[in-house]
Structure formats: structure tokens, C-alpha cells
RNA sequence: GGAAGGUUGGGCGAGCGGUUGAAGCCGGCUGAUUUAUAACCAGUUGUAGGUGUUAGAGGCACCUACCGAGGGUUCAAAUCCCUCACCUUCCUCCA
């Protein structure tokens, strides 16, 4: 007879392999198809709102492992706390306006773009950004990442656009939007500003001159031996042009200076260390140092301007090296960011009297007209002519170039839009709104309170054409800035029905509210401005246009989740906006994650060529590896990503999954309703194993209260392989097949095994969504359509028992020693199989009086053929434990032949002549199953 | 240059003054099994230097050092402090 086929082996359909990249798909399209999102928004439109809030992607490009990262945390954030009782509404979205779309649309046009309107530029961005929408969406979409994906929010729908409009109002009403000026890269043959990304560098001979501006201050006071001299602050610069934009001179603060006689009756003021090389340079070989002094001694003094009857003031400025020139820096704020900055320090204006084509103006003496480098060389010349040249020659070094153009750029600064950070608080409010926002990890929170606190006014206008315009009018007469409430609902409405594009199609009269008046002068007609706003702005007023317009979400968010980068950024330009306009942060608290990068922890790089693309990964793994790598790793930190670490992922998934298919296989025949056997009339094991599953459920549900998830898997996996695998399932095996199919014994496992799997599933969803689902599908009695409809398990107390689980805990250590036992005896080549095996354990007292009621379940929990226990007994060549005092294990080969059915040694087999070769208990569980009950 | 975070064994990660040469799991190796079988089970597994055993090699036993590097505090440090190196992010008309 071929007793295989009494057991009651697993059975299940559920496939091993899993086949993620070609499963995945199949699942995405039954969940659309099923429309699962709305359903579960239906199903829980009464509970709790949580919101995350989407932070924008930039609508350009494919998705990068990064973007993957970051969208897969909020889908297992979201999906987690929908299971634990909360309504999670996901509205995507995605920021569409800015330069790098431009400028691709720029590119693509190449020389057309001069033909083209702006309107047509701003047309062509948009249908731009459209197309990597729905690239990016379905890639998103691919991940598993569920929300609505169908109505998104975009920075550039027309009531987004609006409300970006309206916002930027609001500052202009309160007072903290002003206008004033700032040096920018400006291409004088394009009459265009340049960002930096549109700056190409490359080589540029220039002038290089030293020049003297007399100092106007006495010295003597502190210093006598400079008294009736001559003294003058040399200056060094490659740009003889912004001389006449000179309004001061830099010194370093932690600098020497020092007083040199030339020799020809002249003192220089310079750099203590730069002396003997300018000095050779100026060929004074006989000069002398006839003074130190400390450049705070020199702060606020007053030189004369070289060429003109005015002043320029010694400053003092971190940014001032020794590496070339004299340690002096001459200093035009309107021609220099470094300039500019210190400028602002010292009150100085942002002097700029050069027009869009690159000439001066008007306010320049001798040079009007000029284009700034050919008035290179009259500069010199007349810096000659004053006697103020020091020296003169030609230098090379590399310069900003216009990218389109090929043509040298220039500093120039014009007029900007700033927003005050001080004016009406605004810096003061967003750092106590910073403390009392959650900051994870904590450092974050003292990130982004620096930055606000040193960071100065809000530029955020740009002179570009994708974007919303910054809605101001000037009075075509006396020029000044019109902009009302009623301007700002008007423009609103406009932007709402045409989108911002009505701004640059239309004339300003279509604009403005009819019989618009100048308050100033009475005027009734206005231009526009023309400028347009930093895309930050556009992202940074989401809160304002998604959380507090959509009927289904709320404002503040629950969380933002982005990279550390976003301190800069989002988190950034959204907390500005809010406490300017609502005096509140827009989010209760903030998690930041790491960056990607390869095995040796550098970042991503197409030079490097260590790029890993998500969909490399999806198509090769599957998307479920993907979100256990992100489930994996802790993500607050940088995390690496490998074709080695997916590899190892892919190994860990299987397990989960074989696990989960294990015991679907024995549940073949098992139906919770009607077959469960209660927690009373259980066996002990099974109530331990019980027992670990509360353990296993507490933890997880507060790591994924906390964000944790990388707790989650190794909870996880470790639960399934050691606790599970290594123990419970295998020690139940002899149960499950070879007792008659329902028995108590069989029923009182299967019921744990379906609490188990039900609660493993449930607690895998967040995150190996896909598998969750598809392990569902196989399970007896789904109450829900789809698990993403259910909850996370909760942990019942009844099913706690610490004393039962110290006593098991005992055995557990007790089992590890027999194994080791058993091995010692398999090398000896005395068993092969641990059935093969009878042992004898010897125990002290206590330990013994704690394991003798399980006498006769030692048998089958250390999986061998027959095992007894007494108490502090000396064996002879026995296996002494070294972690158990006084347990010594006896191995032996088990008496009694093997039973063909169970595989257990037993005396009684071959008594029965008519079934010779199986065992009495073998017997008596067909004679069972023959005629049950 | 400035600001912030980080660096634990082949991998993921515990540990945050002593019980830690360093949990657990994976991977590797060896074995067992063929009733989860492209699965499951057991055992084993860091590097370097030294000493002993040995004719020598291997093996075994013991000692020392090593948690980015170096120094310090302490009876005691992966854990606290300092210096340095490296990695990542930010410093914006780049999202």
C-alpha cells in the first residue's frame, strides 16, 4: 500500500515562483479595474482624515530610483495608516512651471524661438509638461503607489495658477512684497538675464589692472609714521569696466595689512602677505613696510573714487582671499553677488548704471554710451591719466559665457521682486511655527531653523516666460506700483478661466478692473509687469491651493515627506508662504529621508555610470522588491541600492512567501467558520505560537506607527523563518499530515496557522502590496474584496500568556541543545535523520520539574523518534550542554523500525501482520479516518 | 569656503559606558533530508599578528589588536570628548 497517500500533505495553487514583473501588471489593471481607491475612500469616508501631502516632482524626465524611493515611503505611510483605521486620501502631484522645461523647449526650438511669442513658448512648456505627466504618472503608478491618479494636482491647472496669483497678493497687500535691485548674470547681446544653468565657462583674456584709490581718512592718529604722507588702499581687478559702479573696498577682517613706502614717496595699503610679490610686480624694488595695521582698523574709513568726486568706503568681508591681487577688493554691489551680499551689510546702494544692451548710462561721466568692454581700454586710459594706475597687464581665466549667444556675460543688477523677512515678521513667526512642527529625524528641525534665520529676502521674481506672472501694474505716468484687493480677485478670476497664459496674450486695459485710477496721479493707464514668479513660490503655495480647496483633505497636513534637500526647498518655500498668509505652518510635522546611492555609498551619476533605474529593477525583480528594499533600509540615512543587495531582497521575499504558501498548502481543506478549534481546547505550542504572533503584532504596529519600517521587515522575516520555519511549522509537520485530517489535533493547528496567516498578510500590506493581495486570493473566508480594504491585526491580551511563553522559552533553549546533540551524532554517522534518533535529556532539578508535564510532547518538539527526561543523571559519553547547567543529552539510535507512513521509529512496527509496516498510531489515525466520529 | 547628517564584519542591520569580537537574519561553507523539494532542517563561518602542539604543512589550543583613522577621558569605550579622512545633502533666476 502506498501510505504517501494517506497523509495529509499541503496542497495549495498558490505558486512558488512568483513571477513579480509579469503578476505585478495583471494586479495593477484588476485594481483599477475594480476601482479598489474609490472603494476604500467609500469605505472609510467617516473616519479620521490623515494627509500626506505630495510633494511635487518636477514634470521632466523619467523617474529615478530617488523619486521611486520617496513615492514608495508615502505609499507604505498611506497605506499603513488607511489599515490602521484612518482615512489616508493620496492626491499626487506635480510641479510644471520653470527653467529647466524652458529652457528643453528652448533647445528644441533653437532659432525659431526668435519667430515666437511668448504665449506660443508658454503653450509649447505646457504641452511639455504634459507629456512627462503621463510618463511619470504611469511609472508611479507601476510602483504600486495607489491614490488619485486621475485628478492630480498640477502647479500649472489654471486654478492652480490662479491661486499662485491671489497668494502673491496677499504679500504685496500686507506690505513685505517690494521691489529693489540685484546683480544677475545678464547677456547684453540677448538682452536676456541667464540663470546659472545657463552659463557656460570658458577662457576670456582680460585686463588685469591694480589701481590706487587715495585714502580720504587719516590714519595718523593710530599711526604717526603715516602722517603728511601720501596714502592710498591698492585695489586688483580683471574688470576695469565696473570702476565707475565702485563703491567700496573689501578687506578681509582676520587679514594683516600693511603700510608700504614704495620709495617713491607713496604709501600702499595691502595685504601684509601679498607685499613682496605686488611690489616686485609694480617694480618698487626699495620699498619698506612702515606699519602694520589690522583691517578693523581701516573698517568705515574713507577712500576717494580714482575718476570721480565721491567717496568709496573700506569694508570688511569674508570672501576676500589671498590668492591673487592685493587683499583689497574693489567692490561695485550692482556688479557682483559677493558685492551685493556685503553691500547689504554696509547699506551701500546697489549701484548699476549699465542699460539692457550692455552700455553705460547717463550717470556715467566720460564713459557715457560706451559698451562696458570696449570702455575696457578708456577706462585704463584715463585711470592713467589721474595717475591712479598702478599697474597694467593681460590676464586669462576662465569666464561666464551665454549659452546661446557664446557672447560674454555681465553682472548687472536690475530691478526684483523681493519678499520681506522681516518687514512684517515674517522670519520671526515661521521660526516659532518651526517649533512646533514634529521634525523627523530631530536634526531637521535645527536645519531648516538656521537657514531661516540667516537667510535674506525672498527674491522671487525671474525673468522668464514659464511661469505666473508676478500681477503688478505701474502707472504709465508717474510709474508706481498699482495692485489692490480688487486687482487681485479680478486677475483671479481671469487666471481661473484662461489660465495665467491671458496675461501675456491680452492688453493690459483686458487686465484691470475697468476704470482703474491711478491713486498717485490720477491716470488711467498702466502697464504690466512682466516678470514672473521663482517656481518655489508656485510649489510652496500648494497648501493653498490643494489642502485648503480640495473638499476631501485638510489643512495643515498630518505630514511632508521629502528629501533632507528639501529644507532648502519645499519645506521651505511652504512655510513661508503659510505663515505669511495664514500665520501657520501648512503641516503638523515633517520626515525627511536620505539619499540614494550605489554599493560604495557614492551618489548616482551618469559619468560614474552606477545609475540604477527603477525600471531595470521592476523589470528584473519586480516592483515588490523594490518597496522591500525601501521597506528594508533605513531610509534616514543615505541607502545603498545593488544589484547585490536586490539579489539578497529577492532571497527574503521568497522566504516570506514560501512561508505564506506552507501553510495555504495545509489550510487546503480547513474552513475558519466551521472548523476552528478555541483557544482553550488548543495545545500548548499552538498557544505559544500564538502568543508570539501578539509579540510580533505589537511590534509592528509601532514601528509603523513610528515610521519604522525597516523594524517591520526584519520583524518580519524573522518571525517567518525562525519562528515559523525553523520551529512551529516544522515541528508541526508531523501533525499536520499524519493525524487524521480533522482532528482536534490537526484543527487546533490549522486554526493558528489561519490567525497566523491572516495577520501576516494584513501586516505585510502596506508594504509587499502585490503579495498581500495575491496570498489573499488563496485564503479561506475574505471578508473584504481586497486586503487594502481591511486593517492591520490588532493584538488581543487574551492571547498573551507570559508564563506559558517562559516555560516555552525554557524548552526553545533545551531544543537547540538537543540539535546540536543530534549533529554530533550524525558526524559520528550514528542517525542521519533526526527521526532516526532517541534521546535522553538530563536536567537539574528546576528544569527538570519544569519540562516533565511535556515529556511526551519532547518527541515531536524536537522532532525525533523518542525522547525522555530525568533528573541529574550522569551519562556516559553524552553531549553536555554548555549554555543549559547540568543538561546533558544522550543520542541514540531509536529503537523499533521505521514507520513507512510517519517516518518515526516505533516498536510496533511490523506486530500487525496485515500492516507490517507502519505503527500503531499510524493505524489507529486511518482506522479514524475510515469511519470518523 | 560655510551649514547639516553620516561611516559597525561579504549584505541588511542591533548595540548608544562594563554581561560585545560585537545580537538577529541573510549570504558562504559542510552535512542531513526528499512528507514546503528551484523548498525545508542542522551545524559551521571575520581579519591580522603572536605563542604552543607538530619533522614540516594542515589542523587544533591559547594570547593580542581591530566597530573610517589617530589621540584623549575612564578601573572600563563601538558607545563620551577632540583632531583628521572619506561619503551624502544644502548654500537658488537647479527642481
Avoid at 587679514?255 to 611690489?279: P, Q, R, S
Amino acid at each position: 500500500m502506498d501510505y504517501k497517500k494517506t497523509l495529509n500533505l499541503p496542497s495549495t495553487k498558490f505558486p512558488m515562483k512568483a513571477n513579480l514583473s509579469k503578476r505585478e501588471p495583471e494586479q495593477l489593471k484588476e485594481w483599477e479595474e475594480s476601482r479598489l481607491y474609490d472603494n476604500i475612500r467609500e469605505a472609510s469616508k467617516d473616519r479620521e482624515l490623515f494627509i500626506l501631502h505630495d510633494g511635487p516632482p518636477y514634470a521632466n524626465g523619467h523617474i529615478h530610483i530617488g523619486t521611486a524611493l520617496n513615492k514608495i515611503l508615502k505609499d507604505i505611510i498611506i497605506r499603513s495608516r488607511q489599515m490602521s483605521g484612518l482615512n489616508a486620501v493620496y492626491v499626487p502631484g506635480w510641479d510644471c512651471h520653470g527653467l529647466p522645461i524652458e529652457h528643453n523647449v528652448d533647445k528644441e526650438l533653437g532659432a525659431r524661438k526668435k519667430d515666437i511669442s511668448q504665449a506660443e513658448i508658454r503653450r509649447l512648456c505646457r504641452s511639455y509638461a504634459e507629456k512627462f505627466i503621463d510618463i511619470q504618472r504611469e511609472e508611479f503608478k507601476r510602483l504600486g503607489v495607489m491614490g488619485e491618479w486621475e485628478n492630480p494636482y498640477l502647479t500649472m491647472n489654471y486654478k492652480y495658477e490662479a491661486t499662485i496669483a491671489k497668494e502673491c497678493g496677499k504679500f504685496a497687500l500686507e506690505g513685505s512684497l517690494f521691489r529693489s535691485k540685484k546683480p544677475i548674470y545678464w547677456c547684453c547681446r540677448c538682452k536676456t538675464a541667464l540663470a546659472e544653468a545657463e552659463i557656460e565657462y570658458g577662457d576670456e583674456s582680460s585686463p588685469s589692472v591694480y589701481v590706487k584709490f587715495p585714502l580720504e581718512d587719516d590714519l595718523s592718529k593710530k599711526i604717526p609714521v603715516l602722517s603728511g604722507k601720501k596714502v592710498s588702499v591698492v585695489i586688483w581687478t580683471t574688470t576695469p569696466w565696473t570702476i565707475p559702479a565702485n563703491l567700496a573696498v573689501c578687506l578681509h577682517p582676520d587679514f594683516k595689512y600693511a603700510a608700504v613706502d614704495t620709495g617713491n614717496g607713496e604709501v600702499f595699503i595691502l595685504a601684509k602677505d601679498l607685499v613682496e610679490t605686488c611690489m616686485k610686480t609694480f617694480d618698487h624694488p626699495n620699498f619698506t613696510i612702515l606699519a602694520d595695521i589690522k583691517a578693523q582698523d581701516l573698517e568705515r574709513k574713507q577712500c576717494m573714487h580714482p575718476l570721480y568726486d565721491r567717496k568709496s568706503l573700506i569694508i570688511l568681508g569674508g570672501h576676500v582671499t589671498l590668492e591673487a591681487g592685493t587683499g583689497c577688493v574693489h567692490t561695485a554691489p550692482g556688479h557682483g553677488a559677493e558685492d551685493y551680499e556685503v553691500g547689504l551689510l554696509y547699506g551701500l546702494d546697489t549701484y548699476s548704471p549699465v542699460n539692457d544692451t550692455g552700455c553705460f548710462t547717463g550717470d556715467v561721466d566720460f564713459f557715457e554710451g560706451k559698451f562696458v568692454f570696449d570702455a575696457d581700454k578708456d577706462i585704463v586710459a584715463k585711470l592713467k591719466d589721474t595717475g591712479a594706475l598702478v599697474y597694467e597687464e593681460k590676464i586669462k581665466h576662465s569666464y561666464p559665457h551665454c549659452w546661446r549667444c557664446k557672447k560674454p556675460v555681465i553682472f548687472r543688477a536690475t530691478p526684483q521682486w523681493f519678499i520681506s523677512m522681516d518687514k512684517t515678521g515674517l522670519r520671526k513667526k515661521s521660526l516659532d511655527e518651526i517649533n512646533r512642527v514634529e521634525w523627523i529625524p530631530k536634526w531637521g528641525r535645527d536645519r531648516i531653523y538656521t537657514m531661516i534665520e540667516n537667510r535674506p529676502d525672498w527674491c522671487v521674481s525671474r525673468q522668464r516666460a514659464w511661469g505666473v506672472p508676478i500681477t503688478v501694474f505701474y502707472c504709465e505716468k508717474c510709474g508706481a506700483v498699482h495692485i489692490n484687493q480688487e486687482i487681485i480677485d479680478h486677475v483671479y478670476s481671469l487666471f481661473e478661466k484662461h489660465g495665467a497664459d491671458i496675461w501675456f496674450e491680452r492688453e493690459v486695459k483686458d487686465l484691470l478692473p475697468e476704470n482703474t485710477v491711478c491713486q498717485k496721479c490720477g491716470n488711467k493707464t498702466f502697464t504690466k509687469e512682466n516678470d514672473i514668479l521663482d517656481v518655489w513660490f508656485d510649489s510652496g503655495v500648494s497648501h493653498a491651493a490643494v489642502l485648503e480647496q480640495r473638499l476631501n483633505l485638510k489643512w495643515p497636513a498630518d505630514l511632508y515627506l521629502e528629501g533632507s534637500d528639501q529644507h532648502r526647498g519645499w519645506f521651505h518655500s511652504s512655510l513661508l508662504t503659510a505663515v505669511g498668509t495664514r500665520g501657520r505652518a501648512p503641516y503638523k510635522s515633517v520626515l525627511t529621508h536620505g539619499f540614494v546611492v550605489d554599493a560604495n555609498g557614492k551618489k548616482m551619476s551618469k559619468s560614474i555610470g552606477n545609475i540604477i533605474a527603477p525600471k531595470k529593477v521592476i523589470d528584473r525583480y519586480g516592483a515588490e522588491i523594490l518597496r522591500l528594499w525601501v521597506a528594508a533600509s533605513d531610509y534616514r540615512d543615505d541607502i545603498r541600492i545593488s544589484d547585490k543587495i536586490l539579489k539578497q531582497l529577492t532571497d527574503t521575499y521568497r522566504r516570506i512567501r514560501n512561508t505564506c504558501r506552507f501553510i495555504m498548502g495545509n489550510l487546503y481543506d480547513f474552513e475558519p467558520l466551521k472548523d476552528s478549534v478555541p483557544y482553550e481546547a488548543m495545545q500548548e505550542i499552538d498557544r505559544f505560537a500564538l502568543h508570539k504572533l501578539q509579540l510580533l503584532i505589537e511590534k509592528t504596529n509601532k514601528a509603523y506607527n513610528d515610521f519604522e519600517f525597516h523594524v517591520i521587515y526584519h520583524a518580519l522575516y524573522n518571525y517567518c523563518t525562525v519562528d515559523l520555519s525553523a520551529f512551529y511549522l516544522d515541528i508541526l509537520k508531523d501533525r499536520l499530515y499524519t493525524s487524521p485530517a480533522k482532528s482536534e489535533a490537526r484543527r487546533s493547528a490549522q486554526t493558528v496557522m489561519y490567525i497566523l496567516l491572516d495577520a501576516v498578510v494584513r501586516l505585510m500590506a502596506p508594504i509587499l502590496s502585490f503579495t498581500a493581495e495575491e496570498i489573499r486570493r488563496f485564503m479561506p473566508e475574505r471578508k473584504e474584496k481586497s486586503i487594502h480594504l481591511s486593517s492591520l491585526p490588532t493584538a488581543r491580551d487574551v492571547w498573551k500568556d507570559e508564563s506559558l511563553a517562559g516555560r516555552w522559552e525554557r524548552i526553545l533553549e533545551v531544543r537547540g541543545e538537543v540539535t546540536k546533540a543530534i549533529e554530533v551524532a550524525r558526524n559520528k554517522k550514528l542517525v542521519g535523520h533526526s527521526l532516526d534518533a532517541a534521546v535522553t535529556i538530563s536536567v537539574k532539578k528546576d528544569l527538570y520539574d519544569l519540562i516533565c508535564p511535556y515529556e511526551d510532547e519532547l518527541r515531536s518538539v524536537f522532532i525525533v523518534s523518542g525522547a525522555s527526561i530525568v533528573k541529574e543523571e550522569k551519562f556516559a559519553d553524552a553531549y553536555a550542554s554548555d549554555d543549559v547547567e547540568g543538561l546533558s543529552i544522550m543520542v541514540e539510535p531509536a529503537a523499533g523500525d521505521k514507520c513507512e507512513r510517519c517516518w518515526i521509529h516505533d516498536v510496533s512496527v511490523g506486530t500487525d501482520s496485515e500492516q507490517p509496516t507502519i505503527c500503531n498510531r499510524c493505524k489507529d489515525a486511518l482506522k479514524f479516518q475510515a469511519e470518523p466520529k
